[in-house]
């Protein structure tokens, strides 16, 4: 099993940007897939961005592509997502997962472990 423990979110107006981090611990997660999903209010929870775990390469969805960029770092144990161009239809708490394998999934059930979450709020 994989500790993921998310920070970085707040309040930021449109346009602006976040970077939010993500810690493992636990397991060696190093040739996980790992991704970012969020969940609005009302809303089922979403994929965000995934990232390899043989090499590296992302995916993103349509509707943040051009916008966030996800990154890891096998040696500290973190993946990061950064953020630009907010909107306000990116507020949501976002969740960091992982999954047992390295090839991404866009589905929620596709993953083992997940975050507590947190929260990102997108002023107009």
């Known amino acids: 099993q994989v500790q993921l423990v998310e920070s970085g979110g707040g309040l930021v107006q449109a346009g602006g940007s976040l970077k939010l981090l993500c810690v493992a611990s636990g397991r060696t997660f190093s040739r996980n897939a790992m991704a970012w999903f969020r969940q609005a209010p009302g809303k089922e929870r979403e994929f965000v961005a995934a990232i390899s775990g043989s090499d590296g390469s992302p995916d993103y969805a349509d509707s943040v592509k051009g916008r966030f960029t996800i990154s890891r770092d096998n040696d500290k144990n973190t993946v990061h997502l950064q953020m630009s161009s907010l909107n306000v239809e990116d507020t949501a708490v976002y969740y960091c997962?992982?999954?047992?394998?390295?090839?991404?999934?866009?589905?929620?059930?596709?993953?083992?472990?997940w975050g507590q979450g947190t929260q990102v709020t997108v002023s107009s």
């Open positions: 997962a992982a999954r047992l394998w390295s090839t991404v999934s866009r589905a929620p059930a596709g993953y083992d472990d």
